[in-house]
Nanobody, 120 residues
Framework: QVQLVESGGGLVQPGGSLRLSCAIS????????ISWFRQAPGKEREGVSC????????YYEDSVKGRFTISGDNAKNTVSLQMNSLKPEDTAVYYC?????????????WGQGTQVTVSS
């Protein structure tokens, strides 16, 4: 059974840090591109960061470059998002996403989300 389970969200003051984790079961993270998305109240879901072993690369949305770092742990089959210098505008529900092509079809999976609130 495929599962993506996020953890690590919470309340933090501006300038603080949080580390989100996405625990993956049912497939190896090497077989998919793993992304973090976020959705703030009243806004559309947006891509924040992505990591893909197939291209050995990472992607960051402009507003988080230099503050967020995505990494994968093959042994634990988890992907983490280290978030530093957090701002109130980073407040959102953060979702883990896995996407790839299997047997010629596009497949994607979502986690349930974890709330991040940046506030003084």
């Amino acid at each position: 059974q495929v599962q993506l389970v996020e953890s690590g969200g919470g309340l933090v003051q501006p300038g603080g840090s949080l580390r989100l984790s996405c625990a993956i079961s049912g497939f190896s993270l090497n077989h998919y591109a793993i992304s973090w998305f976020r959705q703030a109240p009243g806004k559309e879901r947006e891509g924040v960061s992505c990591i893909s072993s197939s291209i050995s690369g990472t992607y960051y949305e402009d507003s988080v470059k230099g503050r967020f770092t995505i990494s994968g742990d093959n042994a634990k089959n988890t992907v983490s998002l280290q978030m530093n210098s957090l701002k109130p505008e980073d407040t959102a529900v953060y979702y883990c996403n896995a996407a790839g092509i299997r047997s010629g079809s596009y497949i994607e999976y979502w986690g349930q989300g974890t709330q991040v609130t940046v506030s003084s």
